[in-house]
């Protein structure tokens, strides 16, 4: 008699528990469904160069616009005009199952990329001989990446801290639904050019969500972005000759 109210609590659990899943998986496949087939805006004889550095303006004044997540509305301040263009080393969209363990800044920020430039992005077999990258989201909703180095060291073409100065994490803010699809598209290893603006984040009761990195150089939990990843507004993406806006 003790057992069966206990096991019918465990059937109600286990029910509710599939419920949610169900619910997350037809949400994630609906989202890719809805954003999987971008529009080609334009075509460009113009390539795409990683040899240099990101090209970031610093913006005078303050500049606010409100923009919409999947389930809540933003604030976004921007803090410089960029160009990024490089090599995509990972990705994560950390789309399935995107709800268990959501945060705001999951809300708004969809999906990143660690892209590497200069140097590393000039030979992709002696990079990943050396190098391992990997971008995950972590049980305690933190959204980072990771670069370790391979054996053997002896021949370690790069020191340290070039690798940690020319590697962005860049969790990306869409513009629009095309802009959006157009950053599914992107596949490790692809050459891509992204345009927009870095910003910080805010809800729209003024709460601070995110506040971007600044410099490709600071790497600690105490720099301006909370680790140094860039949080970018896009407004424009190259992939090979294809533009996307």
């Given at each position: 008699m003790i057992s069966g109210p206990f096991d019918w609590f465990c059937k109600i659990c286990l029910l509710i528990f599939i419920g949610l899943c169900l619910?997350?998986?037809l949400g994630d496949f609906l989202f890719w469904a809805?954003?999987?087939?971008?529009?080609?805006?334009?075509?460009?004889?113009?390539?795409?160069?990683?040899?240099d550095e990101p090209?970031?303006?610093?913006?005078?004044?303050?500049?606010?616009?409100?923009?919409?997540g999947e389930k809540y509305p933003f604030v976004l301040n921007y803090q410089a005009k960029y160009s990024i263009s490089?090599?995509?080393?990972?990705?994560?969209?950390?789309f399935w199952f995107r709800d268990v363990m959501r945060s705001k800044f999951d809300d708004i920020c969809l999906i990143d990329f660690g892209i590497v430039w200069?140097?590393?992005?000039?030979?992709?077999?002696?990079?990943?001989?050396?190098w391992k990258f990997?971008?995950?989201?972590?049980?305690?909703?933190?959204?980072?990446?990771?670069?370790r180095s391979k054996p053997p060291y002896n021949d370690m073409p790069w020191t340290?801290?070039?690798?940690?100065s020319h590697i962005s994490h860049t969790h990306m803010i869409p513009k629009n639904?095309?802009?959006?699809?157009?950053?599914?598209?992107?596949?490790?290893?692809?050459?891509?050019?992204?345009?927009?603006?870095?910003v910080d984040i805010y809800t729209d009761k003024s709460e601070t969500i995110a506040k971007t990195s600044l410099s490709r150089t600071d790497n600690d939990p105490i720099s301006r972005g909370y680790g140094a990843c860039e949080d970018m507004y896009v407004t424009q993406v190259q992939i090979g000759d294809k533009i996307y806006r």
């Amino acid at each position: 008699m003790i057992s069966g109210p206990f096991d019918w609590f465990c059937k109600i659990c286990l029910l509710i528990f599939i419920g949610l899943c169900l619910n997350s998986m037809l949400g994630d496949f609906l989202f890719w469904a809805n954003n999987s087939f971008p529009k080609v805006t334009e075509t460009t004889t113009e390539k795409i160069i990683t040899k240099d550095e990101p090209v970031q303006k610093q913006l005078s004044g303050k500049k606010y616009i409100k923009v919409y997540g999947e389930k809540y509305p933003f604030v976004l301040n921007y803090q410089a005009k960029y160009s990024i263009s490089g090599l995509v080393v990972t990705k994560n969209s950390n789309f399935w199952f995107r709800d268990v363990m959501r945060s705001k800044f999951d809300d708004i920020c969809l999906i990143d990329f660690g892209i590497v430039w200069g140097e590393l992005s000039a030979d992709k077999e002696k990079l990943y001989k050396h190098w391992k990258f990997k971008s995950s989201k972590t049980l305690g909703q933190s959204r980072r990446l990771e670069w370790r180095s391979k054996p053997p060291y002896n021949d370690m073409p790069w020191t340290l801290d070039y690798v940690s100065s020319h590697i962005s994490h860049t969790h990306m803010i869409p513009k629009n639904k095309n802009i959006m699809g157009a950053l599914l598209k992107i596949k490790k290893n692809d050459i891509v050019k992204i345009d927009g603006y870095l910003v910080d984040i805010y809800t729209d009761k003024s709460e601070t969500i995110a506040k971007t990195s600044l410099s490709r150089t600071d790497n600690d939990p105490i720099s301006r972005g909370y680790g140094a990843c860039e949080d970018m507004y896009v407004t424009q993406v190259q992939i090979g000759d294809k533009i996307y806006r």
